[in-house]
């Protein structure tokens, strides 16, 4: 399993402000293999920034970023594509759904990687996301909290010592909220998985070991 070690690390929109109060930029934070964090800020500071930079679809333009100690920065694009493969999985703030494949369709581009977890698996999750009647529809054709647990489910169908998630709960009532929440921290549990979920509330609605503010 996987630390994440964020190095002094300043998006080239932050370097011309001065004294910036922040946990995350300009500071050495380490996420520890299995913690489950949250990345608690405004619009604007940054969160979906730093999940990539994670994820490895952004290059870090200051400072480093690690993962056991190997910097990203020393990473081929194929060591970098093999880490999305293996050991990370995320959920971007804009879904990246295939809106013209189905639930099932979209989902099963990730779990065809692995066997485990089996769609015995996926169905679960699907009725406790109360999801489950709603595999074969077009994705394009579900509402955007619907959307939202399909892409969890997408994320979680894959092998990944890290979880990242940005907002995922933001179209979701409190009730939905609560049972997506409790899965992905089931699921992060029996991987021994870290997870960081990036939310706009200063207080997360959800349990976290740490909060941090970006």
Known sequence: MSDILADRILPEFFTAVEHRVS????????FKSGGFYALSAASGKGK????????????????DLKWNDRSVLDMSPEERSA??????????????LFGH??????????????????????L?????????????????RLSLGQQQRV????????PFEWLL?????????????LRLMNLVRDECSRRKAGCIV????????????????C
């Open 101 to 122: 494949l189905t639930a099932r369709e979209n989902i099963a581009i990730k779990l065809q990687r692995t066997n485990d977890p089996s769609w015995e698996s996926v």
């Open 151 to 158: 892409a969890v489910m997408r994320a979680l169908a894959q």
């Open 198 to 213: 990036s939310t706009l509330e200063q207080k997360p609605s959800f349990e976290a070991d740490e909060t941090v503010y």
């Open 83 to 96: 880490l999305r493969s293996t050991k990370v999985s995320m959920v971007f703030q804009d879904l990246q």
């Open 23 to 30: 946990d995350v930029w300009g500071q050495r934070l380490q």
């Open 165 to 177: 998630m940005d907002e995922p709960t933001s179209h979701l009532d409190a009730n939905n909220a």
């Open 48 to 63: 979906s920034t730093l999940l990539n930079y994670i994820f490895g679809v952004r290059r870090v333009p200051n400072g």
């Open 124 to 140: 679960h999750w699907a009725q406790l996301l109360e999801v489950h009647s709603l595999l074969d529809r077009p994705c394009d």
